[in-house]
């Protein structure tokens, strides 16, 4: 298991999000992040004090990145790319 992860936010400014609050836009919208492998990570209620205080919704989202997508190990990995690298000196 994967102790890396990698976050995305939503807003209202977001298009499957804007407009009036609606559950169930919000939950179509979720849904379809979680397809992508996307899990809630929290959700906030944030007011604005420099912008005439306004309100908004905001979601933190976030999903699991591989250590090493190659699957090759980090040695292996790097030994593989080097390998395949000419040398510096031209040889």
């Known amino acids: 298991m994967s102790n890396r992860f990698e ?3 939503l807003t209202q400014r977001d298009a499957k999000l804007s407009g009036s609050f609606d559950l ?3 939950e179509s919208a979720l849904n379809e992040q979680a397809a992508q492998g996307w899990r809630l990570a ?3 209620v944030v007011t604005s004090a420099w912008k005439s205080s306004k309100t908004e919704i905001v979601l933190v989202l976030e ?3 591989d250590k090493d997508p190659t ?3 980090t040695r292996q990995h790097h030994a593989s790319r080097a390998e ?3 040398h510096p000196s031209g040889r």
Do not use: A, C, F, S
């Open 7 to 9: 976050y995305k936010v």
């Open 24 to 26: 169930d836009t919000m």
């Open 42 to 44: 929290e959700g906030l």
């Open 63 to 65: 999903r699991p990145v």
């Open 71 to 73: 699957g090759l190990g």
């Open 84 to 86: 395949n690298q000419p």
